[in-house]
Each structure stands twice: as C-alpha cells, then as structure tokens.
Nanobody, 124 residues
Framework: QVQLVESGGGLVQAGGSLRLSCAAS????????MGWFRQAPGKEREHVAA????????YYADFVKGRFTISRDNAKNTVYLQMNSLKPEDTAVYFC?????????????????WGQGTQVTVSS
C-alpha cells in the first residue's frame, strides 16, 4: 500500500510560481510511474503531467506545456510539479497519483494510489 502526501500548494498571484511536492511511502517508489491531476470546482478531474518510473518519459496536458515541469527524485521518494506563469484558470486541487507500471499515463483510471490533494489558488 502506497501513501502519497502532497504539499506546496497555496495562494499566488497570476504570473507567479509554485512548486508542488508529493512524498511517497509504503512501497518501492522506483516501481511506480507518477502523475499529477487537478480538479476545479464543478469540473472533472483532469490530467496535468505524468512521468515514467525512470523519468525518461514525461507527458503534459496542452494547457500546461511550457509552463509546468514534472520531475522525480527516486532517492527521496518524491515527485515534483514546478508551476510557472500561473493563471487564474490553474486554480484547482492538485492530486498526485501512482501506478505500478514503468510507463506514464494520462488516464486517471490507470492509477492505483492517490494523495489527498493540495489547493492551488491563483488570483488575478
């Protein structure tokens, strides 16, 4: 059983930056591909970024390409999401997720474990 704990969310002005972290425990972190998803009020959960277990492959949603960067540190059992040039429409609860696979995925149904989420609010 893998436990995931997100941190780093908060309130930021448009154009600002935040770095989200997701610390994993209870499993062999290097066996899991990781993803970040988000859910805004009244909207469905959507994929933001994903990274393979080796970090060789990354995927991004079109609306974050060039602004967000996903990375991982397998020695620290942590995955990160660096978010730059934030926009008010990026406001959401951000979740990290783990899937027992080498390849990253964009589909939330393919993930086995989820964190509780961290709130990101971007003011205009």
């Amino acid at each position: 059983q893998v436990q995931l704990v997100e941190s780093g969310g908060g309130l930021v002005q448009a154009g600002g930056s935040l770095r989200l972290s997701c610390a994993a425990s209870g499993g062999t972190f290097g066996n899991y591909a990781m993803g970040w998803f988000r859910q805004a009020p009244g909207k469905e959960r959507e994929h933001v970024a994903a990274i393979s277990r080796s970090a060789y492959t990354t995927y991004y949603a079109d609306f974050v390409k060039g602004r967000f960067t996903i990375s991982r540190d397998n020695a620290k059992n942590t995955v990160y999401l660096q978010m730059n040039s934030l926009k008010p429409e990026d406001t959401a609860v951000y979740f990290c997720a783990a899937r027992l696979a080498s390849r990253a995925g964009r589909d939330a149904s393919g993930y086995d474990y989820w964190g509780q989420g961290t709130q990101v609010t971007v003011s205009s």
